[in-house]
C-alpha cells in the first residue's frame, strides 16, 4: 500500500520499476540498489508498504532469500520498518547512512579519494594517541610496528598487519568512535590491497614497503614521547606521501591508455 498527500491509502503497481535481474554481481546487492534507488527518487514514499515477497520475486526472477537478505540490508539501514505479519514499509524518516562500498573502489582515482578522507580522521588519531596512549597502548602500537617489519623481512605485502597498525593507534585516542571507523572501512584503506599494481621488481617493491615502513616509524616515535605535533605531522606526512605515490601512478596508467 502506498499513502497519498491526503493520508488516504492506495496500492502500488507490484513490482513497479523493477524487472529482471542480471547474474554477475551479487543479486541481493542489485536488488538492494534498485530499492534503494526507488526510495531515494520518492517512487516508494515514506510509509509505503513495499511489495511482497512473492511480487519481488515474480517481477525480480530472484530466490526468496535474496529477497529476505535485501529488506534486511535495508531494514538495517534505517531506510525500511518491517510489522509483523503485515511487511516492510519505507521508513517515515528513511536516511541513507554514509558508506563506502568496497566494490567501488575499482580506480585510482577513488582509493585517493578515500586516502583524502581518512587524512582528517587518521590525523588527529594520531594526535589524540600522543596525548593520551597508555603504556599498554604503547606496547600495542610498538607490537603492529614490529609485525609489519617481520612480515616485510619475509617478502610479504603486510597489508592486514598495516591495517591493525592504524586501528592501534585509533584504539590509543581512547575515543571508540576512530576505531569503529576503521573497523568500517576494513582492510581495503590500505591502496596496496585495494589496486594490485606491480611495483617494479621484487627490489623495488622492498624498497617501496621499506619506505612506508620508515614513515611508521616517525609516527611511533612521535607517540612514543607524547609528541602530539610531532605525531600529528608524521601521521600528515605518512598519508600524504602514499597518496602522492599513487596519484602518479594514476597520472602514469593514463599515459599508457
Known amino acids: 500500500m502506498m499513502t497519498s498527500r491526503s493520508g488516504v491509502s492506495r496500492p502500488i503497481t507490484a513490482g ?14 542489485v536488488l538492494i540498489e534498485r530499492l534503494i534507488a526507488q526510495i531515494t527518487s520518492g517512487e516508494l514514499a515514506p510509509g509505503a508498504q513495499l511489495p511482497t515477497e512473492q511480487e519481488l520475486i515474480a517481477a525480480t526472477g530472484v530466490s526468496r532469500t535474496v529477497v529476505r537478505e535485501a529488506v534486511a540490508a535495508l531494514r538495517a539501514e534505517g531506510l525500511v520498518i518491517t510489522r509483523q505479519g503485515v511487511g516492510a514499509f519505507v521508513a517515515e524518516t528513511p536516511r541513507r547512512p554514509f558508506r563506502i562500498d568496497g566494490g567501488e573502489l575499482a580506480s585510482l582515482h577513488q582509493v585517493i579519494e578515500v586516502m583524502e578522507l581518512r587524512t582528517g580522521i587518521e ?15 604503547l606496547r600495542r602500537i610498538e607490537d ?28 590509543a585516542t581512547g575515543n571508540p568512535q576512530f576505531a569503529r571507523f576503521l573497523d568500517y572501512l576494513g582492510r581495503f584503506i590500505i591502496p596496496r590491497q585495494t589496486i594490485r599494481v606491480s611495483i617494479g621488481t621484487a627490489k623495488e617493491r622492498r624498497a617501496y614497503l621499506d619506505r612506508i615502513q620508515d614513515e611508521h616509524r616517525e609516527i611511533v616515535a612521535g607517540i612514543r614521547v607524547h609528541a602530539v605535533s610531532k605525531a600529528r605531522a608524521a601521521m600528515r606526512r605518512h598519508l600524504a606521501n602514499s597518496r602522492a605515490r599513487y596519484q602518479k601512478l594514476a597520472q602514469t596508467l593514463e599515459h599508457q591508455i
Open 144 to 171: 603492529a610496528y614490529q609485525a609489519i617489519r617481520a612480515t616485510i623481512g619475509r617478502g610479504d605485502a603486510a597489508v592486514d598487519e598495516d591495517f591493525a597498525f592504524h586501528c592501534r593507534i585509533a584504539e
Open 16 to 29: 513497479a520499476g523493477l524487472g529482471p535481474l542480471a547474474a554477475p554481481r551479487s543479486l541481493t546487492h
Open 123 to 137: 590525523v588527529e588519531a594520531a594526535g589524540l594517541a600522543a596525548e593520551r596512549a597508555t603504556a599498554a597502548d
